[in-house]
């Protein structure tokens, strides 16, 4: 089971962290990810992380502004966001992959981010 949390509402240049708790099974073995979607719109790859070798993905939209990080104490993956923008506003997933699809997901957290 994966537990979303930590969106609110920002202004236009602000910062968020969204968090993700694992709970039920370990994930250690599967890459984690996060996804949006925003009205009207298809959900959306956004970042994700492996933790066998530590190698992260940013879809171009969010590279540079965004960063992805585990805690493997805590069963726990993050979502730093910074200079967030109005584009940015839509309902974030975090989800975890295992060897062929994204298997598991959140139930999601709304990021709204006003201009």
């Known amino acids: 089971q994966l537990q979303a949390s930590g969106g609110g509402l920002v202004q236009a240049g602000g910062s968020l962290r969204l968090s993700c708790a694992a709970s039920?099974?370990?994930?250690?073995?599967?890459?984690m990810g996060w996804f949006r979607q925003a009205p009207g719109k298809e959900r959306e790859f956004i970042a994700a992380?492996?933790?066998?070798?530590?190698?992260?993905d940013y879809a171009d939209s969010v590279k540079g502004r965004f960063t992805i990080s585990t805690d493997n104490a805590k069963n726990t993956v993050y979502l730093q966001m910074n200079s967030l923008n109005t584009e940015d506003t839509a309902i974030y997933y975090c989800?975890?992959?295992?060897?062929?699809?994204?298997?598991?997901w959140g139930q999601g957290t709304l990021v709204t981010v006003s201009s």
């Open positions: 992380f492996s933790r066998g070798t530590g190698s992260t």
């Open positions: 039920g099974r370990t994930f250690s073995a599967y890459r």
């Open positions: 989800a975890a992959r295992d060897s062929s699809t994204w298997r598991y």
